[in-house]
């Protein structure tokens, strides 16, 4: 073999050692990580509380949630956005469940429709939100489950602004969405029409933004597009190492239940795992409602129970095809 096919040969030698040699640095540096949250999973294990939440309830009694002990076959959370401005009357612009399944990591979102006509125990007929108002998210807790059958287990309840912050922190080049017209009533901006990346404040305007044909439907829409595109641009090996970091910032704008070993353990499954696109159902269903005026509670929408509730089990325990 002649000197330059052995030149060749060793040249070829040396860029797949500093290939190997460059991969070798990336996986230490990645298990060190990886390690580091796992042991904080292991030595941390309280519930997710703020220590002086922001709300107070009509009712006094009884209000420690409730859920059904946690199997890890599934796990369904409350999820709650909150805008309290300063106010102590508890109240909720969002109400969400989110369904993740610790084995495929598999993530589903149903958006209830906070004027539902539901009935709330001890208090009658009332529109959804207010149960949230009533007895905060234990009452709602048992209002979901009495009206539509599901065993929540968590809930997680985030102030607005911990949302702004959180969408700077995973995602600091913001998100894309195609605004269809200027919104700017009732969210203290003005955003112009057209395909814009937007960060954490004007992303929160623009699901905040109801004063369009659509009203809470559009801005329901809108919720589960932000959160669905913020999963698919959040996911990545760069954001494991922000968990310490988000920590600390759902310690200042997160109320939940949720303990904080379970909370680390699913972000770092969702944010290493292969989960694919969030399912998402709305409820009520297209054709399954009626808008009607009340005559003490305002506008309501009368749903029919039997189909949305029909509709939300099967949504629930669909398998995907393989």
Same mark, same amino acid.
Request: net charge negative; hydrophobic share 35%; charged share 30%.
């Given at each position: 073999?002649?000197?330059?096919?052995?030149?060749?040969?060793?040249? $070829?030698?040396?860029?797949?050692?500093?290939?190997?040699?460059?991969?070798?640095?990336?996986?230490?540096? #990645?298990?060190?990580?990886?390690?580091? &949250?796992?042991?904080? &999973? %292991?030595?941390?294990? *309280?519930?997710? $509380?703020?220590?002086?939440?922001?709300?107070?309830?009509?009712?006094?009694?009884?209000?420690?949630?409730?859920?059904?002990?946690? =199997?890890?076959?599934?796990?369904?959370?409350?999820?709650?956005?909150?805008?309290?401005?300063?106010?102590?009357?508890?109240?909720?612009?969002?109400?969400?469940?989110?369904?993740?399944?610790?084995? =495929?990591? %598999? !993530? @589903?979102?149903?958006?209830?429709?906070?004027?539902?006509?539901?009935?709330?125990?001890?208090?009658?007929?009332? %529109?959804?939100?207010?149960?949230?108002?009533?007895?905060?998210?234990?009452?709602?807790?048992?209002? !979901? @489950?009495?009206?539509?059958?599901?065993?929540?287990?968590?809930?997680?309840?985030?102030?607005?602004?911990?949302?702004?912050?959180?969408?700077?922190? #995973?995602?600091?080049?913001?998100?894309?969405?195609?605004?269809?017209?200027? +919104?700017?009533?009732? !969210?203290? +901006? =003005?955003?112009? @029409?057209?395909?814009?990346?937007?960060?954490? %404040?004007?992303?929160?305007?623009?699901?905040?933004?109801?004063?369009?044909?659509?009203?809470?439907?559009?801005?329901?829409?809108? *919720?589960?597009? /932000?959160?669905?595109?913020?999963?698919?641009?959040?996911?990545?090996?760069?954001?494991?190492?922000?968990?310490?970091?988000?920590?600390?910032?759902?310690?200042?704008?997160?109320?939940?239940?949720?303990?904080?070993?379970?909370?680390?353990?699913?972000?770092?499954? /969702?944010?290493? $795992?292969?989960?694919?696109?969030?399912? =998402?159902?709305?409820?009520?269903?297209?054709?399954?409602?009626?808008?009607?005026?009340?005559?003490?509670?305002?506008?309501?929408?009368? &749903?029919?129970?039997?189909?949305? @509730?029909?509709?939300?089990?099967?949504?629930? *325990?669909?398998?995907?095809?393989?």
């Amino acid at each position: 073999m002649s000197r330059r096919k052995r030149s060749r040969f060793r040249v $070829k030698w040396g860029r797949v050692f500093g290939a190997f040699l460059l991969f070798g640095v990336f996986m230490v540096g #990645l298990f060190t990580i990886i390690e580091s &949250i796992e042991g904080a &999973i %292991k030595t941390i294990n *309280q519930p997710f $509380k703020k220590d002086e939440p922001n709300h107070t309830y009509e009712r006094e009694d009884n209000l420690v949630f409730q859920g059904e002990e946690n =199997t890890l076959d599934e796990v369904n959370v409350l999820l709650l956005g909150s805008d309290s401005r300063g106010e102590e009357q508890a109240r909720t612009d969002t109400i969400m469940i989110a369904h993740y399944d610790p084995q =495929t990591s %598999k !993530i @589903k979102l149903i958006s209830l429709m906070r004027d539902m006509l539901v009935s709330v125990p001890d208090y009658g007929q009332q %529109k959804l939100n207010a149960a949230f108002t009533f007895g905060g998210p234990e009452l709602l807790r048992e209002t !979901i @489950k009495e009206n539509f059958g599901v065993n929540l287990h968590y809930y997680a309840m985030i102030d607005f602004e911990g949302f702004e912050e959180a969408v700077d922190l #995973l995602v600091p080049n913001g998100i894309e969405v195609d605004i269809p017209y200027e +919104m700017s009533d009732g !969210i203290e +901006m =003005t955003l112009e @029409k057209g395909k814009q990346r937007l960060h954490g %404040k004007e992303l929160l305007g623009y699901v905040r933004f109801r004063q369009d044909r659509l009203s809470d439907f559009g801005r329901v829409q809108r *919720q589960q597009e /932000v959160i669905s595109k913020l999963k698919e641009e959040a996911v990545g090996l760069q954001n494991i190492a922000k968990l310490p970091e988000l920590l600390d910032l759902l310690h200042t704008y997160l109320d939940t239940n949720i303990h904080t070993s379970t909370l680390l353990s699913i972000g770092k499954n /969702v944010l290493t $795992k292969e989960s694919g696109e969030i399912e =998402t159902l709305r409820i009520p269903e297209d054709g399954s409602f009626e808008n009607k005026r009340h005559d003490t509670l305002g506008d309501v929408l009368e &749903i029919d129970f039997s189909q949305n @509730k029909q509709s939300l089990q099967a949504f629930l *325990q669909s398998v995907p095809e393989p």
